[in-house]
């Protein structure tokens, strides 16, 4: 703005300064600031350099790194399903690695949520209980509706 000479009111530049700030929270409080140590081994349990690892869990990492069917499961699986299943072999590791997956895809669901709520609830319906409507547009689950017409009576004549 200063570069186009274009004035502002003082006010309205706090205000969008204020908002600003208040948005860099947020994200930051969504999606913490994580060292390129934390997203390498989450990325690649197996490149990653031992002396970035805490001391504690050293030795945890160490095993999973010659852990040859750990090794054959990265290469086949996601990375959240490979942690996933790590877990119960090498739990400390693991949680580290989830800690830092898990906030994109609770942040991607309650998004979605909301998404949904706000097509469903409109000015001219906003009495409507949409807790079912939601669970059914939400989930992956698919119903089989000849099954379902299979199993109904049919209308008895009269």
Known sequence: MDE???QLDQF????????LQSLEKEVK?????????????VRNPFCTD???????????????R?????????KVKSVTQFWCGMYQSYSKISMIAL?????FASTYLCEAGFSTLVNMKTKNRNRLDVGDDMRLALTNVRPRISKLAAEMQ????H
């Open 50 to 64: 031992v002396s970035s690892i805490p001391d504690e869990i050293q030795d945890e990492y160490l095993d999973l």
């Open 99 to 103: 800690c830092v997956l898990v906030p």
């Open 154 to 157: 049919h209308q008895a004549s």
């Open 12 to 19: 309205l530049k706090d205000e969008i300064t204020e908002h």
């Open 66 to 74: 010659n852990d040859s069917s750990a090794r054959d499961l990265f």
């Open 29 to 41: 409080r969504y999606f913490p600031e994580l060292s390129q140590e934390q997203e390498a081994l």
């Open 4 to 6: 186009s000479h274009i």
